[in-house]
């Protein structure tokens, strides 16, 4: 999918699976950024990850950042009810600015 | 804790009306940030602002004007609202170095019609 311009995804799973969310980009950055919006809610960083970073962990969050690909992912393990929102990437393309791609919805059912 | 507000969290307005969402955040951030959201798609920004009595353009500034009268407050402005701009807006604030994390507010849900 390309940064941006994609149309939002959904994902359906069972609580305890595991799951992997992709975005790719378009222009360098150094900076790649994952929200999480819950339902009526302003998005909140769960995780940030570095050009200097190939991998960043957080709890149960895992983000890599291939620069080479200019792809990044995020997992989430032993997924539960309450991981369910939007989840977005933000690439910081300088000038202060961001790009963000167009989610994907996770429904994680109990 | 990081603070943002946004008023009204739901606005009804004619075509041709004009609107003006206000934010306001305590973080002391330098930056802030106007984005409309679409049901479907990612987050869009609009225009964005380095400080006090700045404004910038963003990636879809037609059809709105910003303005930041001090640190803690920035306004978006439509001065004639037409119904492509229903949607939900978010401001932001950000610290003055570029990549570290946005704070959003809650939105406003913005109807035209």
């Known amino acids: 999918s390309q940064w941006g311009e994609e149309n939002l995804q959904a994902l359906s799973i069972q609580e305890g699976e595991d799951v992997t969310m992709n975005c790719s980009y378009k222009?360098?950055?150094?900076?790649v950024q994952w929200y999480r919006q819950k339902s009526g809610k302003g998005p909140a960083l769960i995780i940030l990850?570095?050009?200097?970073?190939r991998e960043k962990r957080s709890g149960r969050l895992r983000a890599t950042l291939d620069t080479s690909s200019q792809s990044s992912s995020l997992s989430i393990t032993g997924t539960l009810a309450t991981d369910t929102a939007v989840y977005f990437c933000?690439?910081?393309?300088?000038?202060?600015?961001?790009?963000f791609g167009a989610g994907t919805r996770l429904k994680v059912i109990a | 804790e990081a603070a943002v507000t946004q008023s009204p969290r739901n606005k009804v307005a004619v075509t041709g009306g004009k609107v003006t969402l206000s934010c306001n955040q305590t973080?002391?951030?330098?930056?802030m940030y106007w984005y409309r959201q679409d049901t479907g798609h990612g987050l869009r920004l609009i225009h964005y602002s380095y400080g006090a009595g700045s404004t910038e353009k963003g990636d879809i500034p037609d059809g709105y004007k910003a303005s930041r009268p001090s640190q803690e407050n920035f306004s978006l402005i439509l001065e004639l609202a037409t119904p492509s701009q229903t949607s939900v807006y978010f401001c932001?604030?950000?610290?003055?170095?570029?990549?570290?994390?946005?704070?959003f507010g809650p939105g406003t849900r913005l109807t035209v019609l």
């Open positions: 222009t360098y950055t150094t900076v």
């Open positions: 973080n002391n951030h330098n930056n």
């Open positions: 990850i570095r050009s200097n970073e």
């Open positions: 933000a690439s910081y393309t300088g000038n202060y600015k961001y790009v």
């Open positions: 932001a604030s950000g610290d003055r170095l570029g990549g570290n994390e946005q704070y």
